[in-house]
């Protein structure tokens, strides 16, 4: 492996030279959403200069230049995920839409008393969309907790099936404790027990190799902007006889076969499931963040990110009152925390003002703040640009705004 060439990786994000409040920007929100490279702001750009134009309905060339972009961009993400058939691959707005689309057309095949498993730990994103369906269909959700360290409570996960259990959707990473739940595991046991597994990868795609066979799921979702690629689109990869067999999620242009007042057919996967136009240069754009990732590696990008970790962690542990929250073994760059009685919002914004962006607050995930007793955490969130030296600064700043909120 050669040597992790951070500087050089540095140079592809031009916004990390910028100032904030005076202060060089050091950015921990990476959980939140990711930076950009220039390679896919510039191929974003180039698209926009020579060859907008409608995807699918033109023949005539930019059109046809336009759709062979995005269909090449769904080709490299079929790939990336290790998925059978690109006809498994539907752009969506993002992980949001994409749990969505399953709990609105995977749902509608459910029944009144079918019973989905969650975990305690899940974003809202993965929460909300099913309580939707309880109210139209009357679905049961069941929740597996999560003990004092962060990690699922597997026992309980496996006494929560019965007859009735449908589908578990999991997240693979939490976006507030850092664990990495046992997905190939949890997938497993499922389809022993006859259901279905979606999961949540929006924390995970940008930070191990994910390959949606091996993990052994149906579906599974995340979004571009937290892996490097621009905002506004995502993906949703499900199992082909699957989404056959579900109905669309939206109507209009694009997902049809035939349209008329007696009765209309469906086009066939993946367009089926992408009603509208789509934004087909930002899933044009994704396949440079996807080679972006792919050209540094995951063993490089996992050991330095690791090596972040680890060093704030032992840093941050020494702080007097600073507790973190999630401690699971084996956790992703994530870190969690509030200093003595501080409120996590006046860290945040003492942090700000020495240029550290950090997140606060509840992270899209109160049941899991109700878990722990808290109303919300400061979070630090580490990715591939960010340095040893960044660490040290935010851990200096830590215990300057831990000194002046004692
Ligand atoms: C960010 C995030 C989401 C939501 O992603 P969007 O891009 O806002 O749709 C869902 N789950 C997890 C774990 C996340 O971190």
Request: with cysteine; net charge negative; glycine share 8%.
């Amino acid at each position: 492996m050669k040597a992790y060439d951070v500087t050089a990786i540095r140079k592809d994000f031009p916004i990390l030279d910028r100032k904030v409040n005076g202060k060089p920007l050091i950015y921990l929100d990476n959980t939140a959403s990711t930076q950009t490279p220039r390679a896919v702001v510039d191929d974003i750009s180039h698209l926009y200069y020579t060859q907008k134009a409608n995807v699918h309905r033109g023949v005539h060339c930019l059109s046809q230049e336009a759709t062979a972009a995005m269909e090449s961009s769904r080709e490299h993400v079929r790939r990336f995920l290790g998925a059978d058939s690109v006809d498994e691959i539907i752009f969506t707005r993002g992980t949001t839409e994409s749990i969505n689309l399953v709990a609105s057309s995977y749902g509608q095949l459910l029944e009144t008393g079918d019973e989905v498993i969650l975990t305690e730990m899940e974003h809202h994103s993965n929460i909300v969309p099913w309580q939707l369906l309880q109210q139209r269909k009357g679905i049961v959700i069941k929740v597996v907790p999560v003990d004092d360290s962060g990690v699922l409570d597997l026992d309980a996960y496996r006494a929560l099936f019965s007859e009735r259990t449908r589908l578990v959707s999991v997240t693979q990473v939490s976006n507030v404790l850092g664990t990495v739940n046992p997905v190939a595991e949890m997938a497993e046991y499922a389809h022993s027990r006859g259901a279905l597994v979606c999961v949540d990868g929006a924390q995970a795609i940008a930070h191990m190799p994910v390959d949606v066979k091996a993990l052994g799921v149906d579906f599974y979702a995340f979004s571009s902007h937290k892996m490097y690629g621009p905002t506004g689109i995502g993906i949703l990869y499900g199992r082909r006889e699957l989404l056959n067999a579900m109905p669309p999620y939206q109507g209009g242009g694009e997902m049809i076969g035939h349209v008329s007042f007696s009765g209309t057919t469906w086009a066939e996967l993946p367009y089926k499931f992408e009603a509208g136009t789509p934004d087909y240069i930002g899933a044009a754009a994704l396949a440079q963040a996807i080679d972006y990732i792919e050209g540094i590696g995951f063993d490089a990008i996992a050991a330095h990110e690791h090596a972040l970790l680890k060093h704030a962690t032992e840093a941050m542990s020494a702080i007097d009152g600073l507790r973190i929250y999630g401690t699971a073994p084996g956790k992703s760059a994530v870190i969690s925390f509030l200093i003595s009685n501080a409120h996590h919002y006046d860290t945040g914004i003492l942090l700000d003002q020495l240029g550290i962006a950090v997140r606060t607050g509840h992270h899209c995930a109160q049941p899991l703040m109700e878990r722990f007793g808290i109303e919300g955490t400061v979070r630090a969130s580490f990715a591939i640009y960010n340095t040893l030296e960044e660490v040290d600064k935010f851990i200096e700043a830590l215990r300057r705004v831990a000194a002046m909120l004692a």
